[in-house]
T-cell receptor
Framework: KNEVEQSPQNLTAQEGEFITINCSYS?????LHWLQQHPGGGIVSLFM???GKKKHGRLIATINIQEKHSSLHITASHPRDSAVYIC??????????FGQGTRLTINP | EADIYQTPRYLVIGTGKKITLECSQT?????MYWYQQDPGMELHLIHY???????EKGDLSSESTVSRIRTEHFPLTLESARPSHTSQYLC???????????FGPGTRLTVL
């Protein structure tokens, strides 16, 4: 069993739908990261959080430390949101452990 | 936008060649990382550095080597490339504990 598990692995939705991607982890962490990877391969950091909730535009990330679970939500999804979303956790000293990613496709 | 650069972006080479993948950042970050990512798979840490003259191997065994002579520069070298090295290599950097990591655009390597 991987230390970081994401679900679903693949998600296809229609434009405008509310999207939820889940991440569960089994290690103690100092922070959890949500990353976005576009087809060209480049990775952008979306959020880093260690408690509670963060919002940036249409993106919302939550984390429940007790349950070792985080969710990434996208409201009013758009085709340009199509990407692979990656959850990564930092057990402490900088090194990140990555989930396998969730491939999101938003159809117009 | 993060100021972290990787060259080349794409590289196709023959078996046995020596190659160096370049990574540089202009943010003054002490900590830098190399990740390897096979298509559709998760990233794996292969090397990291917490500062000049400091390098460590990551969680995934790799035949590559790295050096950190200057803060801004963290090159990765393969002495003799093999088809099993075909992958994407991503460089990242950050500052504190914890801190968001900034990723370069990646180098997609194909070894024939």
């Amino acid at each position: 069993k991987n230390e970081v598990e994401q679900s679903p692995q693949n998600l296809t939705a229609q434009e405008g739908e509310f999207i939820t991607i889940n991440c569960s982890y089994s290690v103690g962490i100092s922070a959890l990261h949500w990353l976005q990877q576009h087809p060209g391969g480049g990775i952008v950091s979306l959020f880093m959080l260690s408690s509670g909730k963060k919002k940036h535009g249409r993106l919302i990330a939550t984390i429940n430390i007790q349950e070792k679970h985080s969710s990434l939500h996208i409201t009013a999804s758009h085709p340009r949101d199509s990407a692979v979303y990656i959850c990564a956790v930092g057990p402490g000293a900088q090194k990140l452990v990555f989930g396998q990613g969730t491939r999101l496709t938003i159809n117009p | 936008e993060a100021d972290i650069y990787q060259t080349p972006r794409y590289l196709v080479i023959g078996t046995g060649k020596k190659i160096t993948l370049e990574c540089s950042q202009t943010m003054g970050h002490d900590k830098m990382y190399w990740y390897q990512q096979d298509p559709g798979m998760e990233l794996h840490l292969i090397h990291y550095s917490y500062g000049v003259n400091s390098t460590e191997k990551g969680d995934l065994s790799s035949e590559s080597t790295v050096s950190r002579i200057r803060t801004e520069h963290f090159p990765l070298t393969l002495e003799s490339a093999r088809p099993s090295h075909t992958s994407q290599y991503l460089c990242a950097s950050n500052v504190g504990v914890p801190d968001t990591q900034y990723f370069g655009p990646g180098t997609r390597l194909t070894v024939l």
